[in-house]
Nanobody
Framework: QVQLVESGGGLVQAGGSLRLSCAAS????????MGWYRQPPGKQRELVAT???????NYADSVKGRFTISRDNAKNTMYLQMNSLKPEDTAVYYC???????????????WGQGSQVTVSS
């Protein structure tokens, strides 16, 4: 089986920075696209950023210029560097990845359990 575990969430003041990590573990052959989603209180889950296996990135307009998504393929880990944080960034952040395991001809999609990020004003 494959598991995704987020870390690095917490409480930060507006204007501050925080870095989230997502570590994939298990019998992993390769990881294709990865991404970060978030769910603010009382709202639906939304896409924050994605990164391909080759490092190409895409961002939601609300975080563009402030957040940076990256990955370390050797460590099967993805990161989200969050700068200039705003109160509206407060949400549960979820890791998502397409992962291929041993003897599987295709990749499967996995979700982490989420990490709380709270930005105070």
């Amino acid at each position: 089986q494959v598991q995704l575990v987020e870390s690095g969430g917490g409480l930060v003041q507006a204007g501050g920075s925080l870095r989230l990590s997502c570590a994939a573990s298990g019998t992993i052959v390769s990881i294709n696209a990865m991404g970060w989603y978030r769910q603010p209180p009382g709202k639906q889950r939304e896409l924050v950023a994605t990164v391909t296996s080759g490092g190409a990135t895409n961002y939601a307009d609300s975080v563009k210029g402030r957040f940076t998504i990256s990955r370390d393929n050797a460590k099967n880990t993805m990161y989200l560097q969050m700068n200039s944080l705003k109160p509206e960034d407060t949400a549960v952040y979820y890791c998502n990845a397409d992962v291929r395991s041993s003897f599987m001809p295709f990749a499967k999609n996995y979700w982490g359990q989420g990490s709380q990020v709270t930005v105070s004003s």
